[in-house]
């Protein structure tokens, strides 16, 4: 039996046995949240130290066994070099809001364990998954106990970020069953590694533009692509920051990994079709979502604005359709939910010193009260702006060049224009990052709450982001050198 199994049990398990321990039993569910994610991390490590980094376009690990014979789906997994760093980056984040938790009391703490498990469940499943249909029920699986999450921890305006969350992304699933439907059926085969091989040989052109239509309309609203984007913003200022930091870390994730995962390969005719208006809305929501942070007054949205922003860029490069383009998104999607996912820490933190979110009254002042905080917060604000030497370059500096050399078949003026409103986009970026910084870490302090400086459990939660940002930021051939041969695998290119 492939030992990828071990990532999904793990969690499925850790989700069910706190309701199974006696209540004479006193149980810290906290507590074991941490040492059974830690067990799930410590697997997805034995996957990298057993990956073979020679090959890394293979799937390695298989499992392909029957699971509904009468329609031809499979428990099919699989692990290769786009997968591999995504179920890493699943799991260092799972097991490192389990550490954030630990600093707290947290209200109905076995529901917010089992909740947080049947999220990795779900993410870690998605990433794995080599079948459409076994794809789709992982890629659903995480809807419910992200609702709930929000839904019971979040703000006051938690209920209606709940609901805004759960009937974008139904929708969204509805548009990517049909997809995946009509895909599955024309090509005569769920399995996406024979779908990616063939290219798109045994589906008709107008199939392929309408199937594409559909997944990627189902997948740019979990992205979310501008003008998909409004649940967004309320579901992160309302989450807990645990549920913040897995929104946008990996749940966002899943949508632009189905678009280099399915979409592109299994499609390309369609992929050819759509690919210069998915440009068009993903510069768009670049500049947009700059726009929108320079208008924010509350961190954590401000933040979430953000994203979209980031993700914009993301989905330029899936659009060019090039080798360099489908690496920066790749390279974007784990430096993004890195980078991200240690801001969302911060605001949290921050939060919790002051009692609110709003910049005005958070105030200034920060870098001469709580010195370290202030400087994890400008550490992530430039990671985050895209410095050089930090992982949020990459991705961004790539989908660039990829939008200069678009694949084949599609339009390079288009593709130029794209580049540079992208660019003007960057510069946005940094003018509401350095204006954040401006306002929350210098100037007169615009409260008297005395404010405690990063403690122990904090560090412990952020420094592996610290190390990881800047480590892939210095040496970004280390996830280059395992996507790049997937990748070029997956559109055909041989060179």
Known sequence: MSTLVHLLWLPLAAAVLPFLVPASIRLDPIGFGRVASGFVL???????????????????????????????????????????????LTALLTFLCFLYLGRQEVRNARLMTALLFALELGMIGTFLALDLVLFFVFFEIVLIPMYAVIAIWGGEGRRRAAHKFILYTLLGSAALLAGLMLLG???GTFDMVALAESQGMRIARGAQIAAFAFIGLGLAVKTPMWPLHTWLPDAHTEAPTVGSVLLAGVL?????????????????EGARFWAPLLGCLAVVGIVYGALACLA?????????????????????????????????ALFGNIAHGLITGLLFFLAGSIKERYGTGD???????????????????????????????????????????????????LPREAFVTYMAVAAVGAVLTAAYLLRLLGRITHGRSGTG????????AEWASWAPLIVLVVLIGLWPGLLLALTDGPVRALIGAGS
Not at 252 to 268: D, N, S
Not at 300 to 308: D, F, P, Q, V
Not at 381 to 400: C, D, N, T
């Open 252 to 268: 966002l994730k899943m949508g632009t990994y189905g678009l280099v995962r399915i979409a592109v390969p299994a499609l390309p």
């Open 296 to 328: 924010q007054t509350d961190l954590k949205r401000l933040i979430a604005y953000s994203s979209i922003g980031h993700m914009g860029f993301v989905l330029l490069g899936i659009a060019t359709l090039s080798a360099t383009g489908l690496n920066a």
């Open 449 to 456: 709450v005395v404010v405690a400086d990063v403690r122990p």
């Open 359 to 409: 910049l005005a009254g958070i105030g200034g002042g920060m870098l001469a009260r709580a010195p370290r905080l202030a400087s994890v917060l400008a550490f992530a604000s430039v990671a985050s702006l895209g410095l050089p030497g930090l992982a949020g370059f990459w991705g961004e500096m790539l989908a660039l060049v990829g939008s200069y050399r678009p694949g084949a078949g």
């Open 42 to 88: 410590a697997m997805a490590l034995v996957q990298v130290a057993a990956f073979d980094y020679g090959e890394p376009s293979r799937m390695q690990q298989p499992m392909d066994v029957p699971w509904i014979p009468a329609i031809g789906v499979r428990f099919h997994l699989g692990v290769d070099g786009i997968s591999l760093p995504l179920v890493v």
């Open 185 to 187: 059926v024309g090509a």
